[in-house]
């Protein structure tokens, strides 16, 4: 987390997609990028060379933000897309019979506008309009994190009728009895309590979108009632959206009834404009400034075998929240100077992005303090966050040459090249924009393996803004980004350029791949496979299996993996009402497998190996097979199967190689092939030595 931030804009619509508006036919028309701080979306335009309609604009917003009357998010976003086209026409304007002091007033203008839409932006994400009081979150917030109590739990149904929007508060009262980890306090032991309040709220399209989930991952209900449910809400509804995309993907339901069967192209045409819808959303959840956050591994088996000891240079931090701030703030006035440090620096990150097991809210102005006494002892990345924190204002008014300071003086460490390039690439009164040295800033961060950079250095390849303009070099850059720094903007720019053919062929398949990808990285409060494997961590086995069970439901290759590991596990009391078997595991690795998941290629190779209940006929070439692919899809354990399947048939070679494949892993995976590997590996060498030495007999 030190250090990981990212500079995020709003995401235009894009035009090119299902169910866009045309541009007129009889105008030429021109493919256009968003301005160099973040592209990742394009609009195809008319060229014009009448300035009428950029002044109109101007004056039209203008008075919008003048009027005492609020402005939805809805609105902004129209804006900026409106906006965006608006700056790249004047750009495409012939330059002769143009007054020059009236383009650059215009361009100033529009810049502003942009600021305002972004200020606009973050006071409305600061201040949301929600449907229920802040008395019933309050008490929601409280079962969150003291866990169910009777008393509370009593008190916030009873507020719920006396809300202004009760169907809202009873859906939340439902998805809380659902899902939340309180195995102990509440076990969740059928729906029937569930509905009760899912029955309060009939006519809330979220709630009956819920309840067509649920009778999707149970096999309750009517089949054709939910899919009548998710296809009427998919347009409005984010998860009803997901499922429907993942249905008609993989062709469970038909895009249309009429027409059973279409194209492959022909499928991808229709269902890439669902992902990218959701993508988009996607893209706008992550607001103006935030860092992009990863989440850890999230798969059950993996946390099995290889529970985590949370050891770094800080030693045995303990798990419990309040402890560990504690340990940090005792750390943090130890006497070794730069274990101190780095402890203040620890505890800058936990006030500025909050920690809800410690009990801190999420406060930048707190954060500071700390930040400023690991920066004052060398500690880069607090210089950086500093510079980030001066740069856009975050618990500081905003400086730009503050943060320049703080970035050249963390840069001076090998650190923050990124943060200075930022600075340079979108400019300030106190520090010009400089796209030249902006570039070299940010190819400084990418040597250093800061690969955050990447994107940026797409950008500037795409628009040629400060590099000759390569659309080549503009792909691979956001290629890298996605990959390596698994930038959720540049995986949607990924997919643009896919989608387009923009630097590389085109692919509507792979522009879907990048779009649900993005999709899935949404976060939906208390629902998310983290959610459900924290569930499971918990204790809460039932609630975690139907989350997991829920969560397929999408198209999350993770949560089917995790679904049907569960499923696997022999019955208990507490999850038999789920049915869980080997055959409802079995489907879920075989849908896993669909896509190429390393663990569920493993698992069906296992299931040929040992014959599973007469799932799976027994053909050990066919589980040989089914390991290779999974170990080339990433799955060490496979290639320990295979070695061990060979070892079974004396087939030493072959064992020997799927050993050392699982060798080259690295620790921890790698661990049950060392002493296999290890004895092959001599065995190997004799048999050499034995043929030199027959070999030199014979000679």
Same mark, same amino acid.
């Given at each position: ?219 309750? !209900? ?145 954060? +500071? ?17 500093? !510079? ?198 079995? +489907? ?106 027959? !070999?030199?007999?014979?000679?």
């Amino acid at each position: 987390m030190m250090g990981r931030w990212h500079v995020v804009a709003a995401v235009s619509c894009l035009a090119m997609l299902v169910g866009a508006n045309a541009v007129a036919k009889d105008k030429e028309t021109t493919w256009v990028y968003e301005d160099a701080a973040n592209p990742w979306a394009g609009h195809a335009v008319a060229q014009s060379d009448n300035l009428d309609t950029v002044r109109a604009f101007v004056d039209d917003v203008t008075a919008i933000f003048n009027s005492p009357d609020d402005i939805s998010l809805e609105t902004l976003l129209e804006m900026e897309t409106a906006l965006l086209e608006h700056f790249h026409a004047l750009l495409d304007l012939p330059l002769e019979n143009i007054d020059a002091d009236e383009l650059l007033d215009l361009h100033t203008a529009l810049q502003d506008i942009l600021d305002l839409i972004k200020d606009e932006r973050r006071y409305i994400k600061a201040h949301p309009t929600a449907p229920l009081s802040d008395a019933f979150r309050a008490l929601h917030d409280k079962l969150l994190r003291v866990g169910y109590d009777i008393t509370h739990f009593d008190t916030w149904v009873e507020a719920a009728s006396n809300e202004a929007a009760p169907e809202v508060a009873y859906a939340t009262i439902a998805q809380y009895l659902l899902l939340e980890p309180n195995a102990a306090g509440k076990p969740l032991t059928s729906l029937s309590e569930v509905q009760v309040y899912w029955s309060k709220a009939p006519s809330l399209a979220g709630a009956q979108v819920w309840q067509a989930l649920v009778d999707l991952a149970l096999g309750t !209900g009517s089949p054709s009632a939910a899919e009548a449910t998710i296809r009427a809400h998919a347009a409005d509804d984010f998860l009803a959206r997901m499922v429907l995309a993942d249905r008609l993907w993989t062709r469970a339901w038909a895009v249309d009834p009429a027409i059973p069967t279409l194209s492959d192209t022909a499928l991808c045409d229709h269902v890439v404009g669902l992902y990218y819808s959701s993508a988009e959303e996607s893209i706008h959840a992550l607001g103006d400034v935030e860092p992009e956050l990863v989440d850890a591994n999230v798969r059950l088996s993996y946390a099995l075998m290889h529970p985590s000891h949370g050891r770094d240079l800080f030693g045995e931090v303990p798990e419990d929240g309040a402890e560990a701030l504690d340990y940090y703030q005792s750390l943090a006035q130890g006497g070794d100077e730069y274990l101190s440090a780095e402890a203040a620096h620890r505890l800058g990150e936990m006030h500025f992005f909050g920690d809800a097991p410690a009990g801190i809210a999420a406060d930048a102005a707190a954060a +500071r303090p700390f930040f400023e006494r690991a920066a004052a002892n060398g500690i880069p990345h607090a210089l950086a966050n500093l !510079g980030l924190m001066h740069a856009h204002g975050l618990g500081v008014p905003r400086n730009a040459s503050a943060a320049r300071d703080y970035f050249e003086q963390a840069a001076d460490l090998g650190f923050a090249q990124h943060g200075l390039g930022v600075l340079y690439w979108t400019g300030d009164p106190a520090v010009p924009r400089n796209v030249t040295r902006a570039v070299a800033h940010f190819e400084a961060a990418v040597a250093l393996e800061y690969f955050e950079a990447h994107h940026y250095l797409g950008a500037a390849h795409l628009d040629g803004v400060g590099v000759p303009r390569n659309v080549t070099r503009a792909f691979e850059h956001f290629e890298a980004a996605s990959r390596l720094a698994k930038s959720r903007q540049a995986l949607f720019n990924v997919g643009v350029l896919y989608y387009q053919g923009t630097g590389t062929n085109a692919s509507c398949p792979a522009a879907l791949r990048h779009f649900r990808e993005v999709a899935f990285l949404k976060e939906v409060p208390g629902f998310s496979v983290a959610h459900a494997v924290a569930s499971f961590n918990a204790g809460d086995t039932v609630r975690s299996l139907l989350e997991h069970l829920l969560l397929s439901q999408l198209g999350i290759v993770d949560a089917q993996v995790n679904a049907a590991f569960l499923l696997e596990q022999p019955p208990t009391p507490a999850t038999a009402w789920l049915q869980p078997s080997r055959a409802a595991a079995h +489907r879920w690795y075989a849908h896993a497998a669909g896509a190429e998941d390393g663990e569920a290629l493993r698992k069906l190779g296992q299931c040929h190996e040992d014959g599973w209940d007469g799932l799976c006929s027994r053909n050990a070439s066919a589980a040989l097979e089914l390991y290779a692919a999974a170990g080339a899809a990433g799955d060490a354990e496979a290639y320990y199967h295979a070695g061990q399947l060979h070892w079974a048939t004396t087939s030493w070679q072959q064992a020997h190689e799927a050993f050392v494949k699982c060798r080259a892993f690295g620790f921890p995976r790698h661990a049950p092939c060392l002493v296999p590997a290890s004895v092959l590996d001599v065995y190997a060498m004799l048999h050499d030595l034995l043929d030199w030495w027959t !070999g030199s007999q014979t000679d």
